[in-house]
């Protein structure tokens, strides 16, 4: 197999673009594809300071990088959920990129914010794992960035995340989320910062390649919890999917984005108010995460 | 051929001379969920792994909160 570029011999094939790459011109491509997404939505200005949320995984590690090395300036954003030894592997990960990089890293410990670490909010709750910590991440993320005066925030999410959640909203008809569904979330309080989604036209396989030849260290191993998670049954299907249909995924969340999603957009904004505990952005009086600590709270005193 | 496989780690031996497509056949994963390195590098589908080699068939998927 060669690269569709220069003809030498090709590490990757990418069937959904019906095209292989050799290890350089791969870089080039992955690069072209973050800049084209970040230009298409005007995710942010040159001269803005952007809050990279890290995992310690390929995905955010990958963003990163390549934000880097287009010469943004960025802070790295860890949330420690406090899931035992994957917790501890993961922020030993993202503070030996930040220190080779030379860039700086913010820590905040989800225990501290919320009064317990994912694990035992999981308890608490009674909910799937994920939903707290999605939670406590979506919030924190903008609290963080507000505290340093950041008016966006990156994410790593990749085409096969977009992907995935999008079925999950389509198999439940969730039209709020389908409205919510997009590359670039603008500011629409002033509580609020932007979220952006700079690695949405990249594949998962392309974004652990990307890492792999750019010999990112990332954390391989899954997370304990993520085990049974239904955004990865909707991505295992997905990649069946795929692999009988190359760009299957592609033109399902690109159709989506292009030709449906403008249908779900509301046509009246949703009110938003200031929590009466944190001041942080909710639709009612007391936020999610408010009521999430409270939750902790009684159960753990 | 020595197949190192993740999540969790293991090791499985695999007659060589053949094509990594054919490999990911046998172990019945989907190529677009792996990574394919052999030593320092990756490698496609259509290359022809031999019987002293040692290949990683690295998953790509990550997952849970989004």
């Known amino acids: 197999m ?55 995984g390929k995905d955010s590690l990958a963003l990163w990088d390549v934000l880097i090395d287009e010469g943004y300036r960025t802070t790295g954003l860890y949330l420690d959920l406090g899931i035992f030894d994957y917790s501890v592997e993961s922020k030993a990960k993202c503070e030996a990129f930040a220190a080779r990089r030379g860039v700086p890293l913010l820590v905040t410990r989800v225990a501290e914010a919320v009064g317990a ?42 085409l096969d995340d977009e992907a995935a959640t999008l079925l999950g909203s389509v198999l439940h008809w969730q039209t709020d989320a389908l409205s919510r569904q997009s590359p670039a979330l603008p500011s629409t309080h002033r509580k609020l910062v932007r979220r952006v989604k700079p690695l949405y036209r990249l594949s998962e396989r392309e974004t652990a390649a990307y890492a792999f030849l750019r010999r990112i260290d990332y954390i391989v191993e899954e997370c304990p919890f993520a085990k049974g998670a239904t955004s990865i049954a909707h991505k295992e299907i997905l990649s069946r999917m795929e692999d009988a249909s190359p760009g299957a995924k592609h033109n399902f969340l690109f159709g989506f984005l292009e030709k449906a999603r403008p249908a779900f957009e509301r046509a009246e904004a949703v009110t938003l108010n200031e929590c009466a505990r944190c001041g942080q952005v909710t639709t009612g009086t007391v936020c999610a995460f408010c009521k999430l600590a409270d939750q902790v709270k009684r159960a753990t005193v | 051929m020595k197949v190192i496989l993740r999540n969790p780690r293991r090791e499985v031996e695999l007659a060589g001379g053949r094509r990594v497509k054919d490999v990911l056949r046998e172990l019945d994963i989907i190529p677009e969920t792996v990574l394919v390195i052999r030593g320092d590098d990756l490698v496609t589908a259509d290359q022809v792994v031999q019987d002293h080699e040692t290949i990683e068939l690295r998953p790509v998927m990550s997952g849970g909160a989004v």
């Open chain 1, 2 to 56: 060669k690269c569709r570029k220069c003809g030498e011999p090709a590490i990757l094939e990418l069937r959904r673009h019906n095209a292989a790459f050799c290890a350089p011109d791969f870089v080039d491509f992955f690069r072209n594809q973050v800049r084209e997404a970040i230009r298409k939505h005007r995710m942010f200005a040159r001269d803005e300071h952007v809050l990279v949320a890290v995992s310690g």
């Open chain 1, 117 to 158: 670490p994912v694990p035992v909010i999981k308890n608490v709750t009674r909910r799937p794992p994920c939903s707290g910590c999605g939670l406590s991440k979506r919030y924190l993320m903008n609290r963080v960035a507000l505290e340093h005066e950041m008016a966006v925030v990156a994410t790593g999410h990749n």
